[in-house]
């Protein structure tokens, strides 16, 4: 049960808003220590999963690329093509690439996605003219739409990529199961992952449709 | 084979690029630190794979002292004013989309073309690396169009890289931190411990008081562990196995798909998954580190309640 010392470090350390990268070795060397390791033996430990998963940190590679066609005016031109657009609110623009993620997702198709790539550059700066144009243009506002741009693509990303068979989570599921004696088709666990899919999409572009006039009533204020 | 090995190797060279540009900014006070802290990342990527584990450890410790500990200044490398991008997205228009788009066309399409690609029966390409390859592929593929197109400089994407490198910040590392956090936890039985813990606790009786300690469980030891991957086998063997299926006749299917995106909604509601929630709030220069969540917490919510109700109609049904 000591090993469990490290995950109150890890609440403590979030709630008391200390920088995470210190919370999180600390909680390492204490999980490690509690477990019966050496100190020198956590650190060890600590380095070769750090190696092992440097492959997490490769997606930052794309940061040169958006830099530079930011600097030549990308977010500017999303922003031209978006704004005075009447029809064009921020909640509509976000359902649209909402209804997008999640059906390209299900395809498995989720490259198509993702922050560094497509929110920073492209998606919060279309959510954001479109706020602009409607005479939001306060920073509340600014701040409550680029949230809102990076949590519809990651609720599109969640609940659309478990209805494609071939994605990590299924296939965990699929070799989970064999290891406890029971076989079921990918294909199987992919359906049920349906109905929550339907459910994601009208709760979430229900609060995409409210969140303009959320946001004009928080301006008004 | 192109693998993970030439990406590090490029990755290395990237980041001690961004170092020595760190090194040679004299308008940022704190420099030296900057560019030790990209020295240190590029370190890890070219020589991590021949390093001894310990050596290894130390370059993380290196990085969160200087990471973590406030040593260094975010640089502000200069860069265009609102007036020449807007007059530059004048002239380039929709091309600038194309280029930003060659990324995720080229991702999508080496992923597929690489996994089954052969010469005489070899991969030129890893397959199990197809779309990490084909990411950083259409990197270099976007910048080999947008650099003639812009007339750029060649040093200008790497000033505007670490521009953006400097603006995240800490949080870029979190994600690999977090993971080898994961690993430590898997290698202390955490897990183990967290599932005894959840079967000594277990409701006996009903199938609902099963499902919601089974949902619950899932989201909250997401939470924890800031990955529904890791919460998946502990909360399933310790509660959903042994009382949803083997109890009360449950299938298993319907449960672990709705379980899993039990965690999903868990996902959404933590700091621990720093790279779709802390990161995304880094890049997009919200003031709040904690706004993304907290644009998540209403749906996540509704929709673990959701998922409770799918899973106590379905999984007992045999469809």
Redesign the interface.
């Known amino acids: 049960m000591l090993t469990l010392l490290g995950i109150a470090v890890v609440v403590v350390g979030f709630v008391a808003r200390i920088n995470p990268l210190l919370v999180v070795v600390a909680a390492a060397l204490v999980t490690g220590l509690a477990a019966g390791m050496g100190p020198l033996e956590v650190v060890a430990l600590f380095g070769k999963a750090f190696k092992e998963n440097r492959y997490v940190s490769l997606l930052w590679l794309v940061l040169p690329a958006i830099g530079l066609l930011e600097r030549y005016g990308l977010q500017e031109r999303a922003k031209a093509l978006i704004g005075g657009l009447q029809a064009a609110t921020t909640g509509r623009i976000l359902l649209l690439y909402f209804a997008i993620r999640q059906i390209t997702s299900a395809l498995g198709l989720t490259s198509l996605g993702g922050h560094p790539q497509m929110v920073r550059p492209l998606v919060a700066p279309m959510a954001e003219a479109a706020a602009e144009t409607h005479g939001l243009t306060d920073d509340d506002t600014r701040q409550k739409v680029r949230a809102m741009s990076a949590a519809t693509d990651n609720i599109g990303l969640f609940f659309g990529e478990d209805i494609f068979i071939a994605i990590g989570s299924i296939l965990l599921m699929v070799g989970f199961l064999q290891q406890n004696g029971i076989v079921v088709e990918p294909l199987h666990l992919s359906v049920w992952a349906i109905p929550t899919a339907i459910v994601a999409f009208i709760v979430h572009g229900t609060r995409l449709v409210l969140f303009d006039r959320k946001l004009k009533s928080g301006a008004a204020r | 084979m192109i693998g993970?090995e030439v990406?590090?190797a490029?990755?290395g060279a990237?980041f001690a690029a961004i170092a020595l540009l760190s090194g040679l900014d004299r308008s940022n006070s704190r420099r030296w630190q900057n560019a030790a802290f990209w020295g240190l990342f590029s370190a890890?990527?070219l020589f991590?794979?021949h390093?001894?584990?310990?050596?290894?450890?130390?370059?993380?410790?290196g990085?969160?002292i200087i990471?973590?500990?406030?040593g260094w200044r975010r640089g502000e490398p200069v860069?265009?004013t609102?007036a020449?991008?807007?007059?530059?997205?004048?002239t380039?228009?929709?091309r600038?989309?194309l280029?930003?788009l060659i990324?995720?066309a080229v991702?999508?399409a080496g992923?597929m073309l690489f996994r089954h690609l052969t010469f005489g029966g070899l991969h030129p390409v890893d397959p199990k690396?197809a779309?990490?390859v084909s990411?950083?592929l259409g990197?270099i593929l976007?910048?080999a169009v947008?650099?003639p197109m812009?007339r750029?400089r060649p040093t200008?994407?790497?000033?505007?890289?670490r521009?953006?490198?400097d603006q995240?910040g800490?949080?870029?590392?979190?994600?690999?931190?977090?993971?080898?956090?994961?690993?430590?936890?898997a290698?202390?039985?955490?897990g183990e411990?967290?599932g005894a813990?959840t079967t000594a606790w277990l409701p006996e009786g009903s199938r609902l008081a099963a499902v919601v300690t089974y949902t619950l469980g899932m989201a909250l030891f997401t939470m924890?562990m800031g990955n529904?991957?890791a919460a998946?086998?502990v909360m399933?063997?310790g509660v959903g196995?042994p009382l949803i299926?083997l109890k009360f006749g449950g299938d298993?299917?319907?449960m672990?798909?709705?379980g899993?995106?039990s965690g999903?909604c868990g996902?959404?509601m933590t700091?621990?998954a720093?790279?779709?929630?802390?990161?995304?709030?880094a890049?997009?220069?919200?003031?709040?580190k904690n706004?993304?969540i907290?644009?998540?917490v209403?749906?996540a919510l509704?929709?673990l309640f959701?998922?409770t109700v799918?899973m106590y109609v379905?999984v007992f049904h045999r469809f």
Request: charged share 5%.
């Open positions: 993970l990406l590090y490029i990755a990237l890890c990527f991590g794979s390093l001894p584990d310990m050596a290894n450890g130390a370059l993380a410790i990085l969160v990471g973590g500990m406030g860069t265009s609102i020449q991008r807007q007059a530059s997205a004048a380039h228009r929709n600038l989309f280029c930003a990324i995720p991702a999508l992923t690396q779309t990490l990411l950083v990197i976007s910048l947008a650099m812009l750029a200008e994407p790497l000033q505007e890289g521009r953006l490198f995240v800490w949080a870029l590392l979190l994600p690999q931190m977090l993971a080898a956090l994961g690993a430590v936890f290698a202390a039985g955490v411990a967290v813990l924890i529904a991957f998946f086998p399933t063997a196995l299926v298993p299917a319907i672990c798909a709705i899993m995106l999903f996902t959404l700091p621990m720093a790279n779709f929630n802390l990161v995304p709030a890049l997009l220069e919200l003031k709040d706004g993304v907290k644009a998540q209403p749906t509704i929709l959701a998922n799918l379905l």
